[in-house]
Nanobody, 128 residues
Framework: QVHLVESGGGSVQAGGSLRLSCVAY????????MAWFRQAPGKEREGLAS????????HYADSVKGRFTISEDNAKNTMYLHMNSLKPEDTAMYYC?????????????????????WGQGTQVTVSS
């Protein structure tokens, strides 16, 4: 019902910025919950930010609050993650996720088990 495709990853120096994009191919026009996660080697997948596709009810993990901004363009079925002041510890595979249930975006936590649809991931590498 939802197919997600991420793009925008790459390599950047510490202090730099990147913008990730996630296109949601879906049949339903109704608003859904979408989120960004990341997973570094040897670590658990971490929820970073979530948003409804109507632009409301955003939540952020403390680790990225103030540096990362989640946004969406409903007309393009695209969600973004604007990442500023990147640090080497931000290096990870970044995943887009979605769920048809509004409760997935209820917050404040952004849990892996709340999302039923996942993209393939895009790598972000931050060098010092």
């Amino acid at each position: 019902q939802v197919h997600l495709v991420e793009s925008g990853g790459g390599s950047v120096q510490a202090g730099g910025s990147l913008r990730l994009s996630c296109v949601a191919y879906r049949t339903s026009p109704h608003s859904i919950c979408m989120a960004w996660f990341r997973q570094a080697p040897g670590k658990e997948r971490e929820g970073l930010a979530s948003i409804y596709t109507d632009g409301g009810n955003t939540h952020y993990a403390d680790s990225v609050k103030g540096r990362f901004t989640i946004s969406e363009d409903n007309a393009k079925n695209t969600m973004y993650l604007h990442m500023n002041s990147l640090k080497p510890e931000d290096t990870a595979m970044y995943y887009c996720a979605a769920d048809l249930r509004f409760s997935a975006c209820a917050g404040p936590s952004i849990g892996v088990t709340n999302f039923g649809y996942w993209g393939q991931g895009t790598q972000v590498t931050v060098s010092s």
